[in-house]
């Protein structure tokens, strides 16, 4: 690059850190070097070119803010992230300068104003991300202009107005939830889940559940017909419950209405076992004067399934799995046979909007080792997450219960922590809300998908305690999450079953002794062959008990963790290529 370019992307790189006079030093700025060989951290150039071509500085902690005029003397520049820092301030409309932009991520700032309506000059823009920022104001019209874009996320902002008018339909992706958004929604929206668009008092059309007034009428009308209709839907869910009831009271064996609230399965005349609705007492629905209507349900995912609608998952067969410290889990049969596990989360104290959010935001991030959830429901009194029913139980069943004589060898367990600690390590980076972590992480929340990879369930569903007053004498924090996984690298080491805190302070007294070989699970000594394996065995157990330290400060962090263990399956699987 030329040097006045230099100079232009040093004085830039300043502004984003203004108090961190280290900044250019660390990143290996300087005019004296060229940007385009590789000794400029975040930035690289097109190959054979000699002009920056992108610039990524992420997670950095930088929090002064974005001079558009002197990043755009970098006139090549096509892809730039910011993502995942403080910054503050405006985005400047000199950014149209930057003309080549193909990529603009700004997410997670706390950039404020409203967008200037120059981004519609950059007409090479594809993807444009300014999710969870302070940024207000209208979205610029001249945006729907940029007829290559295919990506716009603007969600968590506080942008007002109405919505321009995007052609939707060559976007592959679009978000504008929980925002001040109101009016119509443009066309094509309904290709898109609810969850793209919640979180806006205002707005109306498909893929939303409010359908938007006719033109023409007075408010006053508009306003009597949205209360008229929300009569009609109330007396439709008041009739649709007392058939529910009616129905329910029929089908309820009189072996279950005796076992009182303990409802399982129940065994017929004919000896074939079938599956009792809810019985009184433990509805899954909302007393009726409550009971909101099908259109709460919001989809997060597009499954076989078609919409789910709540009244159905009502009448559906369902089965009690569990009653933890933090709900009750259903397994329910859906239309067409899908089976789904619906957790009926038991805290009430959280606020409707906040688990919105923490739904909605849970769903962009995503990880192949966290389970998704499919949907949600969300009214005054109940709120519930669907998943996904994983047939091939949990790590806990894995372990625990004879393992229905499939071998569970050292090799396997070391690939399902490998692939836990990646996923617990990649949610405690991203931000969901304000959630601090998992905060009820156990082998039973450790599920296996069809091809018997391990998925971690329930991320995000437990509430921040208000103002200190914490129902569930469980601490709630990274920290806590890394002990609870220190746990379960000690059950998966041991084969052995933690009961209280027993497990760790066993461990810990058996190696204070050095007989450290007698902690292992006996069917993973058999089984050892080589020493190195053992010798990894042996750092899995160092590992997990860093992670149990009593002090929450001396533990590693997960990041940490996934990094050992990872470095240790990688040593594991290049010994076993070279064994076969
Ligand atoms: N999506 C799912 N598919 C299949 N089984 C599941 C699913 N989610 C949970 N389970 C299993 O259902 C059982 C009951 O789950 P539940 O979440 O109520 O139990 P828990 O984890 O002990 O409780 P809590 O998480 O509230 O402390 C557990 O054995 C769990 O492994």
């Keep these: 690059e030329r040097d006045n370019v230099k100079e232009s992307l040093i004085a830039f790189l300043r502004k984003l850190a203004p108090e961190n006079f280290q900044i250019v030093q660390d990143l290996n700025w300087s005019i ?44 090549s520049l096509a892809s730039l992230s910011l993502m995942d820092n403080s910054l503050t301030g405006d985005l400047q409309p000199g950014i149209a300068g930057c003309s080549k932009l193909i990529k603009v991520n700004l997410s997670k700032n706390r950039l ?31 945006l729907t202009k940029i007829l290559g874009l295919i990506s716009f996320l603007a969600d968590n902002n506080h942008f007002s107005g109405s919505v321009p008018e995007f052609n939707l339909t060559s976007f592959k992706e679009f978000n504008i939830s929980f925002n001040d958004l109101s009016g119509p929604l443009p066309w094509n929206s309904e290709k898109f889940a609810q969850s793209s668009f919640l979180g806006n008092s205002g707005l109306c059309g498909k893929p939303l559940s409010t359908t938007c007034p006719t033109l023409h009428k007075s408010k006053k ?33 009189p072996e279950a209405m005796k076992a009182g609230t303990d409802r399982k399965k129940v065994t017929s005349a004919s000896g074939k076992k ?58 329910v049969v859906a239309d067409g046979g899908v089976e789904l596990a619906v957790k ?95 905060g009820n992480l156990k082998t039973s929340n450790i599920l296996f998908s069809s091809a018997m990879e391990p998925l971690i369930s329930e991320y995000g569903l437990r509430a921040i305690p208000s103002a200190g007053s914490d129902p569930v004498d469980l601490p709630f924090s990274r920290e806590a999450d890394v002990y609870a996984m220190g746990i379960i690298l000690l059950e998966v080491l041991t084969g052995k079953l933690n009961e209280g805190s027993d497990l760790a302070q066993w461990v810990n007294a058996v190696v204070r002794e050095e007989w ?29 008990l860093k992670c149990v330290d009593p002090s929450p400060a001396a533990r590693p962090t997960m990041g940490q963790i996934a990094t050992m263990v990872q470095e240790l399956q990688t040593a594991e699987e290049r010994s076993l290529a070279c064994v076969t």
């Design 32 to 75: 004296s070097t060229d940007p385009c060989v590789g000794t400029w951290l975040g930035v690289s150039c097109r190959p054979g070119s000699r002009s920056v071509e992108t610039i990524v500085l992420e997670g950095l902690n930088l929090d002064g803010s974005i001079d558009a005029d002197l990043l755009c003397q970098a006139s």
């Design 112 to 142: 404020s104003g409203s967008l200037p309506s120059s981004l519609g000059r950059l007409v090479k823009l594809k993807h444009l991300v300014v999710s969870s920022n302070n940024f207000s104001g209208d979205l610029p019209p001249s």
């Design 221 to 253: 009308i508009v306003n009597t017909a949205v209360m008229i209709s929300g009569y009609v839907l109330l007396g439709l869910s008041f009739v649709l419950l007392l058939a529910y009831i009616s129905m329910g009271k029929k089908k309820i064996a």
């Design 274 to 331: 079938r599956v009792t609705p809810y019985p009184p007492g433990d509805h899954l629905v909302a007393p009726p004067s409550q009971s909101a209507t099908a259109s709460s349900m919001v989809m997060l995912q597009k499954v076989g399934i078609g919409e789910l609608c709540f009244e159905e998952l009502l009448k559906a067969p369902a089965e009690l799995l569990g009653r933890g410290r933090f709900g009750s889990l259903y397994k």
């Design 344 to 438: 009926r989360i038991k805290d009430w104290t959280v606020l409707g909007e906040e688990f919105q959010r923490k739904m909605v935001s849970m769903d962009q991030v995503r990880h192949p080792n966290v389970l998704p959830a499919i949907a949600f429901y969300c009214s005054k009194t109940e709120k519930l997450a669907v998943f996904a029913f994983q047939n091939n139980g949990s790590l806990f069943n894995l372990l625990h219960d004879n393992n229905k004589g499939r071998p569970f060898n050292w090799s396997s367990r070391l690939r399902v922590v490998a692939g836990v600690t990646s996923g617990m390590s990649f949610m405690h980076r991203s931000i969901i809300g304000h959630t601090p972590g998992h």
């Design 516 to 544: 450290t070989v007698e902690v292992f699970d006996r069917a993973l000594l058999a089984e050892q062959e080589s020493e190195a394996s053992e010798g990894r065995m042996v750092r899995l157990l160092q590992v997990a």
